[in-house]
Structure formats: C-alpha cells, structure tokens
C-alpha cells in the first residue's frame, strides 16, 4: 500500500480494482486552519488509455498494482513510436510519444538506465534514470569571467529541450540533467 503524499510519476497503483499509471501529481497546500495537503493526479488507466483525476489527501492509501520491472535501453525511434530493448532476453517493446508524454526530451539512442513497467508482458511505460548526460547543441556565447554564480542563461541540448545553465558553459560541453525536474545538475 502506497500513501497518497508517496505517489511518484511512473508509478502503478489499483484504482476501483483496474491498473492505473500515475502521470501529473499536483500538490495543494490550503491556507485554512487544520485543511490537509491535497494532491490532483492525474492517472491513465493501463488496459484502457482513458485519463482519470483524482483527488486525494495525503493519507489515503492506494494499493500498488502487480507489475514486472525489467531493464531496458532505448533503441531506435521507428516513426512515431519508441522502440526498446529488454537487457536481458534482449525483447523489443515499443511505446508512442503519447505514452512518453514529458519524457521524449531525455531519450538518446542508446540511453541505459531505463526501467520498463510490464504488466502481463506488456509494457505500459518507462522510468527515466535520476539524471542523463546530452551535450549543449546551442547557447549564447560563455560571459569572461563569469563564475558558478546563480546567473543563468538558455541552453537547447541534443534531444532539443532548453535548460538553464550558468552562464560559463559553451556549446558542446556535457552537463548532467536531473529528468524528474528538468534542471542543470553539473558538468559531466
């Protein structure tokens, strides 16, 4: 049983006795005296695709789905679907950018870290590594003699999503990004 306040994107809970996957969590913090922390999440129901929301207190509790973690490494993009591998029978499975929503900007071809959620040998999405390293494809020119100051400027990295980074960085250096919240960790 996982506590409403624990529920992190990826994760697979029963809801009404039907797999769900959790996709957005919204936290709410009500300024009235003795209101609880309210999350809005967002689900998507494995067997059917269809989005539901909830709202939850933190302490409701949510039954965790039956479901396979295999390792896997992203392939290839076939058109519009993603293709990836099982590190261990060496299976493909495929997901659509819809089913990717949010995650598309951190696959690189050959990215290793992945986990594949599989219920009845079936995938029905991904968990990122914590952090993965691109390389800056295009930001203003490095300021002399700026420092690891807290000034910051637009970078587009390889797969095409802008992060800020400090502003001594230069076009085709390797910075590590944090994928749950899109920000500059360090240099790689």
Same mark, same amino acid.
């Given at each position: 049983?996982?506590?409403?306040?624990?529920?992190?994107?990826?994760? %697979? %809970?029963?809801?009404?006795?039907?797999?769900?996957?959790?996709?957005? /969590?919204?936290?709410?913090?009500p300024s009235?005296?003795?209101?609880?922390?309210?999350?809005?999440v967002?689900?998507?129901n494995l067997k059917t695709g269809q989005k539901l929301d909830e709202s939850l207190k933190g302490d409701d509790f949510l039954k965790e789905a039956a479901y396979v973690r295999a390792k896997a490494q992203f392939s290839y993009l076939d058109g519009d679907n993603y293709v990836f591998m099982n590190e261990e029978d060496y299976s493909q499975?495929?997901?659509?950018?819809?089913?990717?929503?949010?995650? /598309?900007g951190y696959l690189t071809e050959g990215l290793e870290g992945i986990v594949a959620l599989l219920v009845d040998d079936e995938v029905i999405g991904i968990?990122?590594?914590s952090s993965v390293v691109m390389s800056i494809v295009e930001t203003t020119p490095a300021i002399k003699g700026a420092t690891a100051s807290a000034r910051t400027k637009t970078a587009r990295l390889t797969t095409? /999503?802008?992060?800020?980074?400090?502003?001594?960085l230069e076009m085709s250096e390797l910075v590590k990004v944090n994928t749950e919240t899109g920000k500059f960790m360090s240099r790689a």
């Open positions: 049983m996982a506590k409403a306040s624990e529920l992190k994107k990826g994760m %697979v %809970v029963e809801v009404n006795g039907v797999p769900h996957v959790v996709k957005q /969590i919204e936290v709410r913090n009235s005296r003795g209101a609880s922390t309210l999350y809005k967002r689900f998507n499975y495929s997901l659509s950018s819809e089913e990717l929503e949010g995650q /598309i968990e990122l590594p095409g /999503i802008e992060i800020q980074v400090p502003e001594y």
